[in-house]
């Protein structure tokens, strides 16, 4: 497996900006280094082809996410960081060191990108299955859509519903009777 | 953000709102254009419920978030949401009611040769509502905070 420069460069930004969240002391440094983390990574999943999942990262976990975050901390009162990182405990650096060996030590295992031979996945039987009818049945060229709207579409809605109580709650939580 | 910077946040900016008063109809065709279009392209109900959103708070950017939570009306916020909610429910349900399974588009065929496709484009738009609601009320709520009105936090 090789990187191409983009790809390389892509992934060198996406850890460097998730170790500045996790370390970086001042709140609204870590907010924009997440925000900053969630560009990096829509425009890896843009990269292996999954352009629906890389256009939600970029609109919610880039987009509203941040704005949500910095709503949050205009509206507290954080103390000014009085060193530019956070204090490192080596307990947790050497259980998210061996976490990240184990799920490291799965990658390789992974197919190559855009080969179907080997992918167990894309040769899988369901997969095949909607790859070939999913025109045919649901008048919908992406088969992403279809199967998020038709085939799978009481998962959605379930989704659509988790969504939606989501503001309820937070309508309740806040005692509140308006979205405004 | 420092204490000392208070809730005064907005600061007024012909440039930003000149801006925004430009970009703001178009950033809202794309949203539709993304939740009409994602069944035949990228994208979806969920994605262009979000950008839908984030046209309120670019609005709120520009003109300040008290002011457009008062030109904001609630009832449409409220209606989109809970219309969400019924119309893809209701495509659903209504398959079943005519003899069909949950959200089995090509029961209403007879009454429409393209069911299915538009079927799955109401409830793309139905979760776009949904989502985009939601984002806004959870962009006001948070901005109110809790137990006070926003512009009267106490020092």
Not at chain 1, 59 to 87: H, Q, W
Not at chain 1, 96 to 113: D, E, H, N, S, W
Not at chain 2, 95 to 122: H, R, T
């Amino acid at each position: 497996m090789s990187l191409t420069l983009l790809e390389g460069a892509l992934l060198v930004f996406v850890l460097a900006c998730a170790l500045g969240t996790a370390l970086l002391k001042d709140t609204l440094a870590a907010v924009i280094a997440f925000a900053a983390y969630s560009l990096g990574i829509s425009i890896i999943w843009l990269v292996l082809q999954a352009p629906d999942v890389g256009l939600t990262e970029a609109a919610v976990g880039a987009g509203i996410m941040t704005v949500l975050f910095l709503l949050a901390l205009a509206n507290t009162v954080t103390p000014d960081a009085d060193r530019l990182l956070e204090p490192v405990r080596w307990r947790t650096v050497a259980f998210v060191g061996a976490f990240v060996l184990v799920m490291g030590a799965t990658v390789p295992a992974l197919p190559p990108i855009g080969v179907a031979e080997t992918n167990p996945v894309l040769s899988g039987e369901v997969t095949q299955y909607y790859l070939g009818h999913a025109y045919k049945e649901t008048q919908v060229k992406n088969a992403v859509t279809a199967v998020l709207a038709a085939y799978r579409g009481f998962d959605t809605l379930g989704e659509a519903v988790v969504v939606f109580s989501a503001g309820v709650v937070a309508l309740s939580v806040l005692r509140r009777e308006v979205f405004a | 953000m420092s204490a000392d910077e208070g809730p005064g946040l907005y600061v007024e900016s012909t440039i930003i709102m000149t801006t925004v008063r430009v970009v703001a109809p178009f950033v809202l065709t794309f949203a539709l254009f993304i939740m009409f279009h994602g069944a035949d392209s990228p994208g979806g109900g969920f994605q262009g419920g979000v950008i839908a959103g984030s046209v309120v708070m670019m609005l709120a950017f520009a003109f300040g978030i008290d002011a457009t939570r008062q030109w904001l009306d609630v009832r449409v916020v409220a209606a989109l949401a809970s219309g969400g909610v019924l119309v893809f429910a209701g495509i659903g349900l209504g398959a079943i009611a005519l003899g069909g399974q949950f959200l089995e588009y090509n029961v209403y065929l007879p009454y429409y040769s393209k069911a299915s496709k538009y079927g799955i484009e109401l409830v793309e738009l139905g979760i776009g509502g949904i989502v985009a609601s939601v984002a806004i009320g959870l962009f006001f709520l948070l901005a109110a905070g809790f137990g006070h009105v926003a512009g009267e936090v106490e020092r």
